[in-house]
């Protein structure tokens, strides 16, 4: 079974609406949790990286929140644009091994249209 | 400077040749690493290299065979490839050696090394 699983799998969305991404995790110990945008062909790229601590993270139009309790992490875009098309990873590291032991969620692949 | 660099960007090998993939920081960063991505999926960890020493082998078949050479150059050496092996190929690197905790350890990653083989 997965340990961090994303929802939607795919979304649609109209330049300049909002969205928000999804993530549930089982991983224990819980670390940290980043999110990564990767556009089609390249390699990720980390928007946030947060703590059991944390509650939310701003990088720029990019929001990510974390319930530690409940285990569940979301990403909000705001005002999307046509260069947010890409997929977002939601990616949680164990205590046990560091930062260097990663589960992977399969993404959210996000197209957004003119 | 937050480059993780590799080369070639595309590969195309035959079954039997011998290549190398190539990766270089130069951030400082104690660890680094391989993952393969197949088209829609997550990336898997291969290797981990700590300290320029080899930590983690996740079970990767031995026609891959990483080398450290130094502490910002990261090589995986390919032989006697198959078809299946086609993939992207994503070096990383983070600033903590292995087991490291620190909540600034982001890994930063590469654009890839797409592979095909043929």
């Known amino acids: 079974k997965n340990q961090v699983e994303q929802s939607p799998q795919s979304l649609i969305i109209l330049e300049g609406k909002n969205c928000t991404l999804q993530?549930?995790?089982?991983?224990?110990?819980?670390?940290?949790l980043r999110w990564y945008k990767q556009d089609t062909g390249r390699g990720p790229v980390s928007l946030t990286i947060?703590?059991?601590?944390?509650n939310t993270k701003s990088n720029g139009r990019y929001t990510a929140t974390l319930d530690a309790d409940t285990k569940q992490s979301s990403l909000h875009i705001t005002a999307s644009q046509l260069s947010d098309s890409a997929s977002y990873i939601c990616?949680?590291?164990?205590?046990?091994?560091?930062?260097?032991?990663?589960?992977f969620g399969k993404g959210n692949q996000v197209v957004v249209i003119p | 400077d937050t480059e993780v660099t590799q080369t070639p960007k595309h590969l195309v090998m035959g079954m039997t040749n011998k290549k190398s993939l190539k990766c270089e920081q130069h951030?400082?960063?104690?660890?680094m690493y391989w993952y393969k991505q197949k088209a829609k999926k997550p990336p898997e960890l291969m290797f981990v290299?700590?300290?320029?020493?080899?930590?983690i082998n996740e079970s990767v078949p031995s026609r891959f065979s990483p080398e450290c050479p130094n502490s910002s150059l990261l090589n995986l050496h390919l032989h006697a490839l198959q078809p299946e092996d086609s993939a992207l190929y994503l070096c990383?690197?983070?600033?903590?050696?292995?087991?490291?905790?620190?909540?600034?350890?982001?890994?930063?990653f590469g654009e890839g090394s797409w592979l095909t083989v043929v």
């Open positions: 993530c549930n995790y089982t991983v224990s110990p819980f670390s940290n």
């Open positions: 951030m400082g960063h104690r660890a």
């Open positions: 290299y700590s300290y320029e020493k080899l930590s």
């Open positions: 990383a690197s983070s600033q903590e050696g292995f087991g490291g905790t620190g909540v600034g350890n982001t890994i930063y």
């Open positions: 990616v949680v590291s164990a205590g046990a091994y560091g930062n260097n032991r990663l589960a």
């Open positions: 947060m703590t059991f601590s944390e």
